[in-house]
């Protein structure tokens, strides 16, 4: 059993930074695909950022150019850092691990979710 937990979200003003982290259990941690997603309100969850283990990275066209997903295995944790912030992007953003090799913006190949955090951008 892997578990997530996100943390740094919050109510940031349009074209602020935020970093987003995950910390993962397990002592495996350098072997799972990590990803994040997001979801807003009355909207679909949706892909955002993924990592392989070879560190090979992937991203949704909204946040490409702005967003940075990086993994520290020695640290058992993920992270986003966003820049150039959106009122688009106000989101609870979930953390997501995959015990498969690859980097997939499908949900369905993540087994393990976080409880998600909170990003609030005002305009």
């Known amino acids: 059993q892997v578990q997530l937990v996100e943390s740094g979200g919050g109510s940031v003003q349009a074209g602020g930074s935020l970093r987003l982290s995950c910390a993962a259990s397990g002592r495996t941690f350098s072997s799972y695909t990590m990803g994040w997603f997001r979801q807003a309100p009355g909207k679909e969850r949706e892909f955002v950022a993924t990592?392989?283990?070879?560190?090979?990275?992937y991203y949704a066209d909204s946040v490409k150019g702005r967003f940075t997903i990086s993994r520290d295995n020695a640290k058992n944790t993920v992270y986003l850092q966003m820049i150039s912030l959106r009122p688009e992007d106000t989101a609870a953003y979930y953390c997501?691990?995959?015990?498969?090799?690859?980097?997939?913006?499908?949900?369905?190949?993540?087994?393990?979710w976080g409880q998600g955090t909170q990003v609030t951008v005002s305009s």
């Open positions: 990592i392989s283990r070879s560190r090979n990275t």
């Open positions: 997501a691990a995959s015990l498969r090799a690859g980097a997939t913006s499908a949900q369905s190949f993540y087994d393990y």
